[in-house]
């Protein structure tokens, strides 16, 4: 026998678990990796990475990084840098946080620095490039790549870079030439003159030429030997794991997939119960969702807290009659969460619609091939009360048909007559037949018996 109660603890379970993968992405943002080499009493030189995308895990990151670094009141911050450039207001409050440091702060491009890795490589005190490394092409660009042609938005933006490099005493006529696509910008020292359409990327010999550059180094010891910091102890502070899986999570794919896997498995679980598998990775889903999101800073609390009230809510709508207000209201502080969670509102919007429709086909389909485990089983009468069972809705008067009875009062055409010792209710066929007289059963239809004058009577 089924527990009457066991979907609902199932949903119950879901929410606990939920709560319990979200603690736990709390406690790991404590998680952080630190590495030193060399000996210690001559001199402290601490290396950051900044590696691909410059969003806001990488912003949460670095503002960790910074903080512990600082700390330890190094020699030197050395930041490793890689990135084709990223989100322009992550990188100016980036940018900012660099400059406010009271530690000597040195960018080493190591590959390239493009776009907002130009931006917070002119934000540091010196620059070091790798051979083969190149740093510019800083002009503002949009989600799909194709550049920005607001005329606020570029001048405010070619005015950051512009001030980055002033304040180190760099030309600010190069900074220019790297983001102002439509701007023409003469370049003595490099023998050339920057067109109206491109903008400036430099090469390590380049960037040395226009004073963009103040070491050239092959590695992190050669650049701390460069720097007269030969023997300094390198400590290398790394993201956490729990930082390194946020900065895929946050992604627009991978956000969609996981809010996908959270509305098609938690509404499985909830329509078809029993599986808990579903269950399982609905919950794996938007908790890796909003913990991504919490940890690169864009989730707080009260995010958390509509996801779990939207669950809820929605759990409810499957006992209790609300003529849907429970699912909508639950499904408005779900979406809410979401929306609040992520960086981009459009973003998210899209992702999000994008998963639902996904997860209501799969959904459909999971809940037709077995519609046999649905909860809509619970409100629907299963019990059939059939003949073979000895039931019988109906008389079935069949075999009177032909037979002879009396008349034992009156038809006007209803009446009641005798036959083969028993009594029946009759109609006539429209003609009156006076008590006592003799009868013929002409048709029966159900419980309904016709009859008609014997002619032998």
Same mark, same amino acid.
């Given at each position: 026998?089924?527990?009457?109660?066991?979907?609902?603890?199932?949903?119950?379970?879901?929410?606990?678990?939920?709560?319990?993968?979200?603690?736990?992405?709390?406690?790991?943002?404590?998680?952080?990796?630190?590495?030193?080499?060399?000996?210690?009493?001559?001199?402290?030189?601490?290396?950051?990475?900044?590696?691909?995308?410059?969003?806001?895990?990488?912003?949460?990151?670095?503002?960790?990084?910074?903080?512990?670094?600082?700390?330890?009141?190094?020699?030197?911050?050395?930041?490793?840098?890689?990135?084709?450039?990223?989100?322009?207001?992550?990188?100016?409050?980036?940018?900012?946080?660099?400059?406010?440091?009271?530690?000597?702060?040195?960018?080493?491009?190591?590959?390239?620095?493009?776009?907002?890795?130009?931006?917070?490589?002119?934000?540091?005190?010196?620059?070091?490039?790798?051979?083969?490394?190149?740093?510019?092409?800083?002009?503002?660009?949009?989600?799909?790549?194709?550049?920005?042609?607001?005329?606020?938005?570029?001048?405010?933006?070619?005015?950051?870079?512009?001030?980055?490099?002033?304040?180190?005493?760099?030309?600010?006529?190069?900074?220019?030439?790297?983001?102002?696509?439509?701007?023409?910008?003469?370049?003595?020292?490099?023998?050339?003159?920057?067109?109206?359409?491109?903008?400036?990327?430099?090469?390590?010999?380049?960037?040395?030429?226009?004073?963009?550059?103040?070491?050239?180094?092959?590695?992190?010891?050669?650049?701390?030997?460069?720097?007269?910091?030969?023997?300094?102890?390198?400590?290398?502070?790394?993201?956490?794991?729990?930082?390194?899986?946020?900065?895929?999570?946050?992604?627009?794919?991978?956000?969609?997939? $996981? %809010?996908?896997? /959270?509305?098609?498995?938690? *509404?499985? !679980?909830?329509?078809? #119960?029993? =599986? &808990?598998?579903? @269950?399982? +990775?609905?919950?794996?889903?938007?908790?890796?969702?909003?913990?991504?999101?919490?940890?690169?800073?864009?989730?707080?609390?009260?995010?958390?807290? $509509? %996801?779990?009230? /939207?669950?809820?809510?929605? *759990?409810? !709508?499957?006992?209790? #009659?609300? =003529? &849907?207000?429970? @699912?909508? +209201?639950?499904?408005?502080?779900?979406?809410?969460?979401?929306?609040?969670?992520?960086?981009?509102?459009?973003?998210?919007?899209?992702?999000?619609?994008?998963?639902?429709?996904?997860?209501?086909?799969?959904?459909?389909?999971?809940?037709?091939?077995?519609?046999?485990?649905?909860?809509?089983?619970?409100?629907?009468?299963?019990?059939?009360?059939?003949?073979?069972?000895?039931?019988?809705?109906?008389?079935?008067?069949?075999?009177?048909?032909?037979?002879?009875?009396?008349?034992?009062?009156?038809?006007?055409?209803?009446?009641?007559?005798?036959?083969?010792?028993?009594?029946?209710?009759?109609?006539?066929?429209?003609?009156?037949?006076?008590?006592?007289?003799?009868?013929?059963?002409?048709?029966?239809?159900?419980?309904?018996?016709?009859?008609?004058?014997?002619?032998?009577?």
């Amino acid at each position: 026998m089924k527990h009457p109660f066991k979907h609902r603890l199932a949903a119950i379970g879901i929410i606990w678990l939920m709560a319990a993968a979200v603690l736990l992405g709390m406690l790991g943002t404590a998680v952080s990796f630190v590495q030193a080499e060399g000996e210690a009493g001559k001199g402290i030189a601490v290396v950051i990475p900044i590696k691909g995308t410059v969003d806001p895990v990488m912003k949460s990151f670095l503002f960790r990084a910074l903080e512990e670094a600082e700390q330890l009141q190094p020699d030197a911050v050395i930041f490793d840098m890689d990135t084709p450039g990223g989100y322009v207001d992550v990188s100016m409050e980036l940018s900012q946080r660099i400059i406010e440091s009271p530690a000597r702060t040195v960018v080493l491009v190591h590959g390239k620095a493009a776009s907002a890795g130009s931006f917070l490589a002119l934000s540091a005190n010196e620059i070091a490039m790798t051979p083969g490394s190149a740093i510019g092409s800083a002009a503002l660009v949009d989600s799909s790549h194709n550049y920005v042609d607001d005329p606020k938005a570029v001048a405010l933006w070619v005015s950051q870079m512009v001030s980055a490099a002033e304040n180190n005493g760099r030309d600010t006529g190069v900074a220019t030439a790297m983001a102002d696509l439509q701007a023409k910008v003469e370049l003595p020292q490099l023998n050339r003159t920057k067109q109206p359409g491109e903008v400036l990327s430099l090469s390590v010999h380049e960037a040395k030429k226009v004073g963009y550059l103040e070491y050239e180094a092959s590695s992190v010891p050669d650049l701390l030997s460069r720097m007269k910091l030969d023997g300094a102890q390198i400590v290398h502070i790394e993201p956490s794991t729990a930082e390194r899986v946020a900065s895929y999570v946050v992604t627009p794919a991978i956000a969609t997939l $996981l %809010l996908f896997l /959270g509305i098609a498995g938690v *509404a499985i !679980e909830l329509i078809v #119960p029993g =599986f &808990g598998v579903p @269950g399982v +990775l609905g919950v794996i889903g938007f908790g890796l969702y909003f913990f991504g999101h919490f940890i690169a800073g864009l989730a707080g609390v009260e995010t958390i807290v $509509l %996801l779990l009230i /939207g669950l809820v809510l929605l *759990a409810l !709508e499957m006992f209790i #009659p609300s =003529f &849907g207000i429970l @699912g909508i +209201l639950g499904a408005i502080s779900l979406i809410s969460g979401v929306v609040r969670a992520a960086y981009d509102t459009g973003n998210a919007l899209m992702s999000l619609g994008t998963a639902f429709v996904a997860a209501v086909i799969v959904v459909v389909i999971i809940a037709r091939i077995f519609k046999h485990r649905g909860i809509w089983n619970r409100f629907i009468l299963k019990d059939a009360l059939t003949t073979e069972q000895g039931f019988v809705s109906t008389a079935d008067h069949a075999d009177l048909i032909g037979k002879v009875g009396k008349a034992i009062t009156p038809l006007r055409p209803a009446g009641t007559i005798l036959l083969d010792g028993h009594k029946y209710d009759v109609v006539t066929d429209g003609t009156f037949i006076a008590k006592d007289e003799q009868v013929v059963v002409v048709m029966t239809e159900g419980s309904r018996i016709v009859v008609s004058p014997h002619e032998g009577s």
